[in-house]
């Protein structure tokens, strides 16, 4: 394959993904890791992260790109019209910034696998079971779609990871208008993660009911 060939095989994937791919799916269309650094080299190619592309042509960046880029990097390994179920979800801080729920400050893009299988430096890998109640395909300005977690599996993750309750409650405002539809869906959220021992679960459970105080929403 040349680097014509390469290219056109290529156009098709960046199309869906706003103008991203992975280095695994251009494996699927035949072009190898050698032609890849090749055209990265020579420039068509933009090296974004291990394992991820952007065609550098009319490139203009989504601001969501680097979390986008990483979860292509870990969970890019499908062409973007296949069927099934994604590897990796985007989550915790990550999913809170593609939200628009909370303050967050930016820091190394965080995803949910099933099973423990990424370890990366440039990335935060959790590991949980994720149900299909608790994320959502969510398409970026670029055109890309990404597996989110839902607002309130955001929040419940965030929890979990001891995250400021000022934050939280923030994030909670931003992501409901009603405490009691809030408190409803993040205990459901909850209830469907894998359960956490009960001492540090009713620890949590009270947090929940202090983030969806009524009080708090207005």
Known sequence: MNRSQALN???PIAA???????????RLV????????E???TGYLQHLRRGAYAFAAGHAPDRFEDIASAWLAVAGKQLPWAEGSPAAIVSHASAAQIHGIGTIIPGAPELTEPRRRTRRSDVTVHTARIDPAD?????LGSGMRLPVTTP????????LSDEEVDYLQRATRDAFDDPTAARAELLAALQRRRKPEAKRRHRIERTIDQLTEPDRFR
């Open 30 to 37: 035949g072009v190898d890791r050698h032609l890849l650094t």
């Open 16 to 26: 869906e993904q706003g103008g991203l791919v992975s280095a695994a799916q251009a």
């Open 152 to 159: 309130a599996r955001t929040i419940v993750d965030l929890l």
């Open 9 to 11: 095989a290529l156009s």
């Open 39 to 41: 055209l990265s080299r």
């Open 135 to 139: 994320w959502q395909w969510t398409r």
